[in-house]
């Protein structure tokens, strides 16, 4: 790794004290929220309007392929551009950004009158979740307060899973009232959240010691997404064809079957991010890969009946939980480091085109049923390269210690690994935020290291 520190600019206001040990700020933190549900609401509405968009613009389906093109390669570029902008700008305003971008992009599609316009609404959009992405991992990763990383992620991804379904109610809106309104109301949301953003302050992170390198980015978080995209856009992408194809299923029953998983989804994601904060994102990635593996061998393999369209929802809604996994452990290792977590999106979401790339051409080859059964299984990857370090051979996420400073002996929590505003130690000597307090913090597995940036709090 490089020594070299990322300028501290000093871009927002500061929440008092150290932001790795301050208390959650929940106003900020649902407003950090909400940016990113009108964001996902505007980077996901033509899809589902598409049909009514393209019959009122003469539109084939090569222009649509293009038009999703132009969206999905915007986000991958604003990603990394918006982790670019972060240290520079801070998260406040790259969300501020994103809301601009988003709500411009929401009214240059309802003003469309052809492809060209309509295209660049596209690209606008995907910019606006694309810059949202990196600051707003980070923004409600702080806001949410030290102890409470899983719900921050599990919230930040009910934030997506809520875009999602708005932009699904006002296609049907648009099938009735014209697709150009359902623009309109994403734009009003779009403008609402940028208001909100007025209000939205976020701790400064400290510039960290190192910068991660490229192997770090591309190590265990983004294995663990690169399993979510697998299972997500390679597996339960086709679920809907599979239903009709292999179990006879109307189209409209088995879309009913895909938003039963949706709606699971919104409760997966909580209850994943509540486990990740009791027993560590690893605990928790392996309990939800087994759960994905039990679930998906059974909806593959089973003959169609009612305990396997339910296994099947199941499946669908536990899916998505790997994301907020992922986030947490992206969080932990390099939260403060904008082009790094830029990047790891866009990673994900290259993994994820290819992913569905792949399956399709696979089940041209050999079937649907055999492919599927093939991806719903690779969950089980998370089990040998998601085990909990055993005692003697590292620290846990959040090892807890005994720290003597100026007043006496208090219990710390010592965060391991490269965590926002800590160091790459193992649980040591540290300084807190004003450098005026000395802790000592021995791990729980009883390792010890030296490490800056441990915090220390009195019960």
């Given at each position: 790794m490089s020594g070299r520190q990322l300028p501290s600019t000093g871009a927002e206001p500061s929440a008092a004290g150290d932001p790795t040990t301050a208390k959650p700020q929940w106003f900020g933190f649902f407003l950090a929220c909400s940016a990113y549900l009108a964001a996902s609401v505007g980077e996901s509405l033509l899809s589902p309007i598409f049909p009514t968009t393209a019959k009122d613009l003469d539109l084939d389906l090569t222009l649509g392929g293009v038009a999703f093109g132009l969206l999905t390669g915007s986000i991958a570029v604003a990603n990394i551009v918006g982790g670019r902008l972060l240290p520079r700008l801070g998260a406040t305003r790259v969300i501020r950004i994103a809301g601009v971008l988003t709500l411009v992009g929401a009214l240059l599609a309802a003003a469309a009158t052809s492809f060209l316009p309509l295209a660049a609404a596209q690209i606008l959009l995907g910019a606006g979740s694309g810059f949202y992405f990196p600051a707003g991992i980070q923004a409600v990763g702080t806001l949410a307060g030290p102890h409470r990383k899983g719900f921050a992620m599990g919230m930040f991804g009910v934030a997506f899973s809520g875009g999602l379904t708005i932009a699904a109610v006002l296609a049907a809106v648009g099938a009735d009232h014209g697709w150009r309104v359902s623009f309109v109301i994403s734009a009003v949301l779009a403008a609402a959240s940028a208001v909100g953003t007025l209000w939205l302050r976020t701790p400064t992170l400290a510039p960290p010691a190192e910068r991660a390198r490229l192997a770090d980015v591309l190590g265990l978080p983004t294995f663990v997404g690169t399993i979510g995209s697998v299972c997500q856009y390679g597996t339960v992408s086709f679920l809907t064809t599979f239903a009709v194809e292999e179990w006879g299923m109307a189209v409209g029953t088995a879309a009913s079957l895909l938003a039963v998983g949706r709606v699971l989804s919104i409760l997966a994601k909580v209850v994943s991010g509540a486990g990740a904060d009791r027993a560590g994102p690893?605990?928790?990635?392996?309990?939800?890969?087994?759960?994905?593996?039990?679930?998906?061998?059974?909806w593959t393999l089973l003959p169609a009946s009612p305990l396997t369209y339910a296994l099947a929802a199941v499946f669908a809604g536990t899916v998505s939980t790997l994301f907020p996994l992922a986030n947490v452990l992206a969080f932990e290792r390099f939260g403060s480091q904008g082009g790094a977590l830029g990047l790891y999106r866009?990673?994900?979401?290259?993994?994820?085109?290819?992913?569905?790339?792949?399956?399709?051409?696979?089940?041209?080859?050999?079937?649907?049923?055999?492919?599927?059964?093939?991806?719903?299984?690779?969950?089980?990857?998370?089990?040998?390269?998601?085990?909990?370090?055993?005692?003697?051979?590292?620290?846990?996420?959040?090892?807890?210690?005994?720290?003597?400073?100026?007043?006496?002996?208090?219990?710390?929590?010592?965060?391991?690994?490269?965590?926002?505003?800590?160091?790459?130690?193992?649980?040591?000597?540290?300084?807190?935020?004003?450098?005026?307090?000395?802790?000592?913090?021995?791990?729980?597995?009883?390792?010890?290291?030296?490490?800056?940036?441990?915090?220390?709090?009195?019960?």
């Open positions: 690893l605990v928790s990635a392996r309990r939800t890969g087994a759960v994905l593996v039990a679930t998906g061998v059974g866009s990673v994900q979401i290259g993994l994820g085109a290819l992913a569905t790339f792949l399956v399709g051409v696979a089940a041209d080859a050999f079937g649907l049923r055999p492919v599927l059964a093939v991806t719903v299984v690779t969950p089980l990857l998370l089990f040998p390269l998601c085990r909990p370090q055993r005692p003697g051979k590292g620290t846990s996420t959040a090892a807890t210690a005994a720290a003597t400073g100026p007043g006496g002996t208090a219990e710390v929590d010592a965060a391991a690994g490269a965590a926002p505003g800590s160091g790459n130690g193992d649980g040591a000597d540290a300084t807190d935020a004003t450098g005026t307090a000395t802790a000592t913090a021995t791990a729980t597995d009883g390792s010890s290291g030296t490490g800056a940036g441990a915090s220390a709090q009195t019960p």
